[in-house]
């Protein structure tokens, strides 16, 4: 499964960075999340890893694999056979910063036939994630 898509939030790329790269924020923005559980010190980095929890139980090990402030940010989400990547780019705009993301999930064994649900519910979610956090920014 792949997919990109865009979403416009109206603050500055330095704002929307700051809110989707940090882990523990996330459940602010990403309907899924009960809790985050980072197990890294320190401030959000290429390395920082942690567990999202959400609400049906699944608990992801993640991982940031990039980021470069304000311009791109990346995680992997593994669990059980299921491997998730999420790569958001930020571009200024006239009327604030296009968050563009682009998601794969890969998924082996016996996990295989959530594929086709991913493909038809992965972009809806990530849609609705970002418009979430981008409503979530502009009213700060």
């Known amino acids: ?73 990346a995680e992997r989400g593994t669990w059980r056979g299921v491997t998730v990547d999420l790569l958001l780019d930020f571009v200024a705009t006239p009327t604030g910063t296009r968050v563009t993301a682009t998601c794969t999930a890969y998924a082996v064994g016996l996990l295989r036939p959530v594929g086709p649900v991913l493909d038809r519910l992965g972009p809806l979610a990530a849609r609705d994630d970002l418009r979430r956090a981008a409503r979530i920014v502009s009213a700060a």
């Open 1 to 73: 499964m792949s997919f990109t898509l865009d979403v416009d939030f109206a603050a500055s790329p330095a704002e929307a960075f700051a809110l989707l790269s940090d882990p523990v924020r996330r459940p602010e923005w990403q309907s899924s999340l009960r809790t985050v559980q980072v197990l890294t010190e320190g401030p959000p980095r290429v390395g920082t890893r942690w567990h999202d929890v959400t609400w049906p139980g699944l608990r992801p090990l993640m991982e940031i694999t990039v980021f470069e402030p304000e311009q791109r940010w």
